[in-house]
């Protein structure tokens, strides 16, 4: 079983709130990431992480922020949810597959539950 | 990287075997195929991955064809509980998700 946790599990809060979303990993992996996800529609990847002090965006657009002050936490906030914002967010970690090419076979991804977000 | 092409959806009568193929014509010599699912609106979950031998575990077998230009996911007996999205993934790096194969387990 993955060692990773996302909370809130649900969020419902209004236009113009700050909101932090948490993800947190016990098992000492580099690489995190954020994913966006509408209910039937495609993962989106909005941030991701190689390690600590380590922040990229990612494929989708996002107005939200990510941080990654320790290796195990990778917290992404909203400073003004708005309804565009109402989706799920999924937090995942993987270890490190370093310079090495061929050790592609330890980029195993391992997902929070994720929360549901609602911006009334 | 590569990309994938997969069946936007599939049907399969519980008990029987769920093949889902998927197609990477580009994949380079050093990318891994992943296979994850998505059960509802849980996060994915890993299920198996190969570089060019085929592959078992207890979810499922993966078997890659010897030009590694597509790759089938089985499901030996498939159960109502294997209904999922599931998704097929090549990159060494940084996992990007795709719309995936619906698969309906039927009774």
């Known amino acids: 079983e993955a060692d990773i946790y996302q909370t809130p599990r649900y969020l419902v809060i209004g236009t113009g709130k700050k909101i932090t979303l948490e993800c947190s990993q016990t098992m000492g992996h580099d690489k995190m990431y954020w994913y966006q996800q509408d209910p039937g529609m495609e993962l989106h990847l909005i941030h991701y992480s190689y390690g600590v002090n380590s922040t990229e965006k990612g494929d989708l657009s996002s107005e939200s922020t990510v941080s990654r002050i320790r290796t195990e936490h990778f917290p992404l906030t909203l400073e003004s949810a708005r309804p565009s914002h109402t989706s799920q967010y999924l937090c995942?970690?993987?270890?490190?597959?370093?310079?090495?090419?061929?050790?592609?076979?330890?980029?195993?991804?391992?997902f929070g539950a994720g929360t549901r977000l609602s911006v009334l | 990287d590569a990309k994938t092409t997969q069946p936007p959806s599939m049907d399969c009568a519980e008990g029987r075997a769920a093949n889902l193929p998927c197609n990477h014509s580009?994949?380079?010599?050093?990318?891994?195929v992943y296979w994850y699912r998505q059960i509802h609106s849980q996060g994915p979950q890993y299920i198996i991955h190969?570089?060019?031998n085929n592959e078992t575990n207890e979810m499922a077998s993966l078997i890659i064809t010897e030009d590694r230009k597509s790759s089938t996911l089985i499901l030996p007996h498939a159960t109502l509980r294997d209904t999922a999205v599931y998704y097929c993934?090549?990159?060494?790096?940084?996992?990007?998700f795709g719309a995936g194969t619906r698969l309906t387990v039927k009774p």
């Open positions: 993934i090549v990159k060494n790096n940084d996992m990007r």
């Open positions: 995942a970690s993987s270890e490190s597959a370093g310079s090495n090419i061929w050790a592609g076979g330890r980029n195993i991804q391992y």
């Open positions: 190969g570089l060019k």
């Open positions: 580009t994949i380079s010599g050093n990318e891994y």
